[in-house]
């Protein structure tokens, strides 16, 4: 489809299934590479990072575990700029090579809030890969290992990401217009 509506905004396609399979397929080489005897567990931000979880694991031939986390910053197409913890880790990740999963980092204060969290469980490292990122927007300083797509300071949906629980199931990423 080359444009979709939800809640009455009108979306165009911005990055095709094609092209997000390919640019996953490259992060998981890379971490296939530098964890292939470490067993990292990884750590999916959910919601929206669900289909780029589920996708990077199929790809991933490394022997590791998979945790969630539950956190919520976005109310409609902007973020709160405030980190709600919804569900929290169980899994204990001391000593542990952690990689965090994000669907996208904007103001990049959830996933400050998700590393800081992180830290206070004593981890070997941290690694984060993202699906999304928007450059212009960050209001943290943070050094993310995987970016998948650059993207300007547009709102999107599809491939996990939503309009008020709207368009997850989009196989294809759709931009505002």
Do not use: W
Not at 68 to 85: D, I, N, R
């Amino acid at each position: 489809m080359k444009q979709v509506t939800i809640q009455n905004k009108t979306f165009g396609l911005f990055i095709s299934a094609q092209e997000i399979d390919e640019s996953i397929k490259v992060i998981a080489d890379r971490i296939n590479k530098r964890f292939q005897d470490s067993h990292p567990i990884f750590i999916s931000v959910l919601n929206g990072a669900f289909m780029f979880t589920s996708d990077l694991l199929k790809k991933v031939d490394i022997p590791c575990e998979l945790s969630f986390v539950k956190l919520a910053s976005y109310e409609g197409t902007t973020s709160s700029g405030a980190v709600k913890e919804l569900v929290g880790l169980k899994e204990d990740i001391t000593n542990r090579h952690v990689i965090i999963l994000e669907d996208i980092v904007d103001t990049g204060l959830t996933i400050s809030a998700v590393i800081a969290q992180l830290k206070t469980k004593n981890p070997a490292t941290i690694t984060i890969a993202t699906l999304l990122l928007k450059p212009d927007c960050l209001k943290e300083k943070i050094h993310i290992d995987h970016i998948a797509f650059s993207i300007p300071d547009k709102f999107v949906v599809g491939y996990g990401l939503d309009l008020d629980g709207y368009g997850r199931n989009l196989s294809d990423i759709y931009q505002l217009i």
